[in-house]
Protein backbone atom coordinates (compact mmCIF):
# COMPACT_ATOMS: atom_id res chain seq x y z
CA UNK A 1 0.00 0.00 0.00
CA UNK A 2 2.79 2.58 1.13
CA UNK A 3 4.62 1.99 -2.55
CA UNK A 4 1.55 2.21 -4.34
CA UNK A 5 1.20 6.12 -2.37
CA UNK A 6 4.57 6.49 -2.82
CA UNK A 7 4.49 5.93 -7.13
CA UNK A 8 1.37 7.77 -6.92
CA UNK A 9 3.48 10.51 -5.50
CA UNK A 10 5.97 10.19 -7.87
CA UNK A 11 3.50 10.06 -11.34
CA UNK A 12 1.85 13.14 -9.95
CA UNK A 13 5.36 15.05 -9.82
CA UNK A 14 6.28 14.08 -12.79
CA UNK A 15 2.88 14.70 -14.71
CA UNK A 16 2.70 18.22 -12.76
CA UNK A 17 4.62 19.59 -15.79
CA UNK A 18 2.57 18.15 -18.60
CA UNK A 19 -0.35 19.46 -16.84
CA UNK A 20 0.91 23.00 -17.00
CA UNK A 21 1.40 23.02 -20.75
CA UNK A 22 -1.72 21.39 -21.80
CA UNK A 23 -3.82 24.60 -19.78
CA UNK A 24 -0.63 26.52 -21.76
CA UNK A 25 -1.90 24.82 -24.96
CA UNK A 26 -5.47 25.57 -24.10
CA UNK A 27 -5.21 29.08 -23.67
CA UNK A 28 -2.95 29.57 -26.77
CA UNK A 29 -5.46 27.81 -28.38
CA UNK A 30 -8.15 30.47 -27.57
CA UNK A 31 -5.92 33.16 -28.00
CA UNK A 32 -5.60 33.70 -24.50
CA UNK A 33 -1.94 33.50 -24.38
CA UNK A 34 -0.18 36.81 -24.66
CA UNK A 35 3.58 38.19 -24.68
CA UNK A 36 4.31 41.16 -22.37
CA UNK A 37 7.80 42.14 -23.04
CA UNK A 38 8.51 44.47 -19.96
CA UNK A 39 11.05 44.10 -17.91
CA UNK A 40 8.81 43.38 -14.89
CA UNK A 41 7.03 40.27 -16.41
CA UNK A 42 10.66 39.06 -17.69
CA UNK A 43 11.83 39.00 -14.21
CA UNK A 44 8.43 37.14 -13.33
CA UNK A 45 9.08 34.62 -15.57
CA UNK A 46 12.89 33.82 -14.97
CA UNK A 47 11.81 33.57 -11.23
CA UNK A 48 8.84 31.38 -11.70
CA UNK A 49 8.82 27.79 -10.86
CA UNK A 50 9.01 25.98 -14.47
CA UNK A 51 11.18 29.05 -15.92
CA UNK A 52 13.70 26.33 -16.83
CA UNK A 53 13.07 23.77 -19.21
CA UNK A 54 11.20 20.72 -18.40
CA UNK A 55 13.83 18.47 -19.58
CA UNK A 56 17.69 20.22 -19.99
CA UNK A 57 18.69 17.50 -22.73
CA UNK A 58 15.72 18.63 -24.78
CA UNK A 59 16.09 21.95 -24.73
CA UNK A 60 19.80 21.50 -25.34
CA UNK A 61 19.03 19.85 -28.10
CA UNK A 62 17.02 22.22 -29.81
CA UNK A 63 20.14 24.54 -29.74
CA UNK A 64 22.40 22.28 -31.39
CA UNK A 65 22.07 23.34 -35.34
CA UNK A 66 22.50 26.61 -34.39
CA UNK A 67 25.00 26.03 -32.06
CA UNK A 68 26.97 23.61 -34.51
CA UNK A 69 27.03 26.72 -36.98
CA UNK A 70 27.91 29.31 -34.66
CA UNK A 71 31.20 27.46 -33.18
CA UNK A 72 32.49 27.53 -36.66
CA UNK A 73 34.44 23.79 -36.30
CA UNK A 74 37.32 23.12 -37.93
CA UNK A 75 37.67 19.70 -39.92
CA UNK A 76 39.36 18.06 -36.75
CA UNK A 77 36.96 19.31 -34.05
CA UNK A 78 33.76 17.49 -36.49
CA UNK A 79 33.94 13.83 -34.56
CA UNK A 80 34.39 15.00 -31.25
CA UNK A 81 31.41 17.63 -32.02
CA UNK A 82 29.73 14.42 -33.69
CA UNK A 83 29.67 12.38 -30.48
CA UNK A 84 28.57 15.00 -27.84
CA UNK A 85 26.08 15.86 -30.54
CA UNK A 86 24.61 11.93 -30.07
CA UNK A 87 25.10 11.70 -26.75
CA UNK A 88 22.77 14.71 -26.04
CA UNK A 89 20.02 13.62 -28.76
CA UNK A 90 20.60 10.15 -26.79
CA UNK A 91 19.49 11.82 -23.43
CA UNK A 92 17.27 13.54 -24.77
CA UNK A 93 15.40 10.94 -25.87
CA UNK A 94 15.58 8.55 -22.77
CA UNK A 95 13.45 11.53 -21.19
CA UNK A 96 11.11 11.31 -23.99
CA UNK A 97 10.53 7.63 -23.58
CA UNK A 98 10.13 7.90 -19.85
CA UNK A 99 6.87 10.49 -20.61
CA UNK A 100 5.57 8.34 -23.23
CA UNK A 101 5.39 5.40 -20.94
CA UNK A 102 4.02 7.46 -17.99
CA UNK A 103 1.54 9.28 -19.99
CA UNK A 104 0.56 5.81 -21.52
CA UNK A 105 -0.23 5.21 -17.98
CA UNK A 106 -3.79 6.84 -18.38
CA UNK A 107 -4.64 4.38 -20.84
CA UNK A 108 -3.62 1.47 -19.74
CA UNK A 109 -5.80 -1.35 -19.11
CA UNK A 110 -5.11 -3.10 -17.00
CA UNK A 111 -2.51 -0.45 -14.94
CA UNK A 112 0.54 -2.55 -14.17
CA UNK A 113 1.93 -3.17 -11.37
CA UNK A 114 3.60 -0.64 -8.96
CA UNK A 115 6.76 -3.38 -9.48
CA UNK A 116 6.41 -3.09 -12.93
CA UNK A 117 5.90 0.44 -12.49
CA UNK A 118 9.07 1.72 -10.14
CA UNK A 119 10.72 -1.37 -12.57
CA UNK A 120 10.34 0.65 -15.53
CA UNK A 121 11.24 4.00 -13.45
CA UNK A 122 14.49 2.68 -12.76
CA UNK A 123 15.34 1.29 -16.25
CA UNK A 124 14.87 4.55 -17.39
CA UNK A 125 16.68 6.34 -14.94
CA UNK A 126 19.46 3.78 -15.23
CA UNK A 127 19.39 4.68 -19.21
CA UNK A 128 19.73 8.05 -18.81
CA UNK A 129 22.30 8.13 -16.57
CA UNK A 130 24.46 6.32 -18.76
CA UNK A 131 23.57 8.91 -21.41
CA UNK A 132 24.58 11.80 -19.67
CA UNK A 133 27.79 9.82 -18.21
CA UNK A 134 28.72 9.39 -22.01
CA UNK A 135 27.83 13.21 -22.92
CA UNK A 136 30.11 14.39 -20.09
CA UNK A 137 33.16 12.26 -21.61
CA UNK A 138 32.30 13.50 -24.75
CA UNK A 139 31.92 16.86 -23.73
CA UNK A 140 35.54 17.02 -22.13
CA UNK A 141 37.11 15.62 -25.32
CA UNK A 142 34.96 18.43 -27.53
CA UNK A 143 35.85 21.17 -24.78
CA UNK A 144 39.51 20.33 -25.18
CA UNK A 145 39.57 20.68 -29.07
CA UNK A 146 37.93 24.34 -28.57
CA UNK A 147 40.00 27.43 -28.76
CA UNK A 148 38.70 30.23 -25.58
CA UNK A 149 36.60 31.76 -27.71
CA UNK A 150 34.31 28.57 -28.87
CA UNK A 151 34.23 27.16 -25.33
CA UNK A 152 32.99 30.40 -24.20
CA UNK A 153 30.42 30.38 -26.47
CA UNK A 154 29.68 26.47 -25.80
CA UNK A 155 29.39 27.86 -22.39
CA UNK A 156 27.07 30.43 -22.63
CA UNK A 157 24.99 28.50 -25.10
CA UNK A 158 24.58 25.47 -22.93
CA UNK A 159 23.54 27.95 -19.80
CA UNK A 160 21.37 29.67 -22.10
CA UNK A 161 19.58 26.54 -23.55
CA UNK A 162 18.51 25.95 -20.03
CA UNK A 163 17.63 29.15 -18.66
CA UNK A 164 15.50 30.54 -21.84
CA UNK A 165 14.91 27.40 -23.77
CA UNK A 166 13.65 27.52 -27.71
CA UNK A 167 10.10 26.19 -28.46
CA UNK A 168 8.97 27.27 -25.06
Known amino acids: ?????????????????LDGAHAQ??????GALTRDDSPRSR????????????????SLERELISLKVDLKLRPEQLEAWAAFELDVRAAAEANRTQRRRLIGLRDAHPAPTAATLLGSLADDAHEEAEA?????????????????????????????????????
Request: include cysteine; charge should be positive; hydrophobic fraction near 45%.
Open 132 to 168: TAALREHLKALYGKLDPAQRSMLDRRVAQSQTEPLGR
Open 1 to 17: MRIARLACLFLAALLAP
Open 25 to 30: FRNRER
Open 43 to 58: EHAASAPGAVGSDPFS
